[in-house]
């Protein structure tokens, strides 16, 4: 989302630190780059003068302009200035310090994903504060609304409000809380109607329903992709109904990103949760700190890890990290080494999260990185016998034909999965017949600009015997 903003951002400090020392005419001129470049990500025009402003007073100073690295002095007073648009640093948790059932209220337009965020909420509610949820349509405008979040329940195991046809918003809204209360529910998620447009209709049903629930949270679902629109919806139902935080729906789209960074500042409240994906666990908490980290290009290493964790099977991380240090990986073991990377996501996703991969992203251009190999090697180790993938040497020319024919691809790619297959059991092999102090030493050879053994320009592909 924010790899425009961030390649122009980069431009800016790469011709900053090519200078010996700053002066005022360089951040002057330095700030008419970024005040540009934060335009064209659609960042509020009030958001952008105050945050050149700031970074102006910060930069025009006595320790910046004799500092041996200005462009890095100048990227740390805007990384700062970032965090403290985006709200400050750490991520703003959702209140639930009220009387069980608390009560939350989710408020937007029509087809921004208020209906499938209400169904993230209840189940990262559920998995991870142990909390038992009650959802409950409001939504008598849109046909099927209230069956579609009945079934988004389904999915995540929590309590589902019986629909009861003819009812209206408030009178919804008061079942559903007092059923909360009857059958022990810890929170009840009120999804309201939306609209294709804001009209006072729409605000007076919202104000309607908060009067007689007193929610503890009203959450305003925007649209990211939606850019400034999305922030003069954000103010329209500030000023109308009053909102506690924002969920940024889509933040893994390709829009400008101006919307996260002027959201704060427009109507003073946080942007708790962001929605990165399409499954219902594609739900996280929104830390300035690593947004303002991935747009200029020091990456999120903490969200990374967080992600790994929390995705990334653990125990069967380890037993196969086991098997290829004793040599014994097989092609199962390679197809769960895949399912646990499309479980971390898009690889331009991971990409963006690690320091320094925005250049590389730069290089490819509008190029998205193939990763159709992967389903290709899953589709062909799939189409083999279980000995086959426990011993792959026995897969000779019938058999290469027979799984190819199988797995839709040819006996060239086929060919081409052993090769690499080969070459990886090689390298494993090799690599424990070293030992830790063969690692060492080979290691030491690659930092030092050699190949394996200190070999210049080695490289493992290279320097791998042929059978």
Known sequence: ???????????????????????????????????????????????????????????????????????????????DALIDALGGAGAVP?????????????????????????????????????????????????????????????????????????????????????????????????????????????????RDVRDATHPVETLLVVDAMTGQDAVNT??????????????????????????ALSMRAVTGAPIKLVGTGEKLEALEEFYPERVAGRILGLGDIAGLVERASETLDQEEGERVAKKMLAGKFDLDDYASQIRQINKMGSISGILGMLPGMGKLKDKLGDKELDTSIFKKHQAIISSMTKAERKTPSIIKASRKKRIASGSGTTVQEVNKLLKQFDDMSTMMKRINKMGLSGMKQMLSGLMSGGGPGGRPGGGFGGGMPRR
């Open 234 to 259: 954000a103010q329209r139902f500030n000023e109308a109904v009053g909102i506690t935080g924002v969920v940024m729906s889509r933040m893994d789209g390709d829009a400008r990103g101006g919307a």
């Open 94 to 206: 959702l209140n639930l310090s009220a009387t069980p059932p608390v009560p939350i209220l989710m408020v937007g337009l029509q087809g921004s994903g208020k209906t499938t965020t209400s169904g993230k909420i209840a189940l990262r509610l559920g998995l991870r504060e142990r909390k038992r949820i009650l959802l409950a349509s409001l939504d008598v405008q849109r046909p099927a609304a209230q069956l579609q979040l009945q079934q988004l329940a389904e999915r995540t195991g929590v309590g589902s409000l019986p629909i009861v046809p003819g009812q209206r918003p408030v009178e919804i809204a008061k079942r559903a809380l007092d059923v909360g209360r009857r059958e022990g529910y810890d929170v009840v998620i009120l999804d309201t109607a939306g609209r294709l447009s804001i009209d006072e209709e729409l605000m007076q049903e919202v």
């Open 1 to 79: 989302m924010f790899d425009s903003l961030s390649g122009k951002l980069s431009g800016v400090f790469d011709g900053l630190s090519k200078r010996g020392k700053l002066s005022e005419a360089d951040v002057t001129e330095a700030m008419r780059e970024v005040r540009l470049a934060m335009l064209d990500a659609d960042v509020a025009l009030p958001v952008v003068r105050d945050f050149v402003n700031k970074v102006r007073e910060r930069a025009i100073g006595h320790e910046v302009l004799d500092s041996i690295s200005p462009g890095q002095a100048v990227a740390k007073i805007v990384n």
